[in-house]
């Protein structure tokens, strides 16, 4: 089955700085990456995702990139704000398989002000 | 994702006790997931479900059941053979539509195992 690997498991950057996670997945047929955001005690919430046959796609500021040859994809945060405080996560899924979806361990991100 | 309901917040047990969690959504979603959070851990899939009086387990079934008796509802049961029930239960459905699709998460239900 899919492994994801998600690093570093904690990062703490200065307010405005950028922010950078990374994750691995093992499965070469996955091809649907979402990122989720979760503040404590909340639920996770989709704030991006990108499938194979895209490298990279940007929202404001944030961005996912992807390389399928490596197996890995990233998730870039510009000018970080306080409210970017979270644990990230990343994820990988089969599209057309049966939408399971398997997580990494999660990115605890602080901002410092 | 405000179309799914998880209740209840939060739910105390006794150890030897069976509990249910509930689920319940009203997207019109074909496909549920229940997922397990421990602190500092990400998400581990229990059981999902892709279509009414179907499912399949997950990667840590051991000791949990769920039916899918409604399309709208996807109920957890928790019983007394899960030794460390105590976590942060997720339950999750997306449009089961074929192919790749977000999932969105319902508020959670904490247990835990006096």
């Known amino acids: 089955g899919e492994n994801v690997e998600q690093h570093p498991s904690t990062l703490s950057v200065q307010e405005g700085d950028s922010a950078v996670i990374k994750c691995t997945y093992s499965d070469s047929a996955s091809n649907y990456f979402p990122w989720y955001k979760q503040e404590l005690g909340k639920r996770p919430q989709l704030i991006i995702d990108?499938?194979?046959?895209?490298g990279e796609k940007k929202d404001q500021r944030i961005a996912v990139t992807l390389n399928k040859t490596a197996k890995h994809f990233s998730l870039h945060i510009t000018e970080t704000q306080p409210e970017d405080s979270a644990v990230y996560f990343c994820?990988?899924?089969?599209?057309?398989?049966?939408?399971?979806?398997?997580f990494g361990t999660g990115t605890r991100l602080t901002i410092i002000p | 994702d405000g179309g799914i309901t998880q209740s209840p917040k939060y739910l105390f047990r006794k150890e030897g006790q069976n509990v249910t969690l509930s689920c319940e959504q009203n997207l019109n979603h074909d496909a549920m997931y229940w997922y397990r959070q421990d602190p500092g851990q990400g998400l581990r899939l229990i059981y999902y479900?892709?279509?009414?009086?179907?499912?399949q387990k997950g990667d840590i079934a051991e000791g949990y059941s769920v039916s899918r008796e409604k399309k709208e509802s996807f109920p957890l049961t928790v019983t007394s053979a899960q030794k460390n029930p105590t976590a942060f239960y997720l339950c999750?459905?997306?449009?089961?539509?074929?192919?790749?699709?977000?999932?969105?998460f319902g508020p959670g239900t904490r247990l835990t195992v006096l």
């Open positions: 994820a990988a899924s089969t599209q057309g398989g049966n939408e399971k979806l398997t």
């Open positions: 479900s892709q279509i009414v009086n179907d499912f």
């Open positions: 999750a459905s997306s449009s089961g539509s074929g192919g790749a699709d977000t999932q969105y």
């Open positions: 990108i499938r194979s046959n895209v």
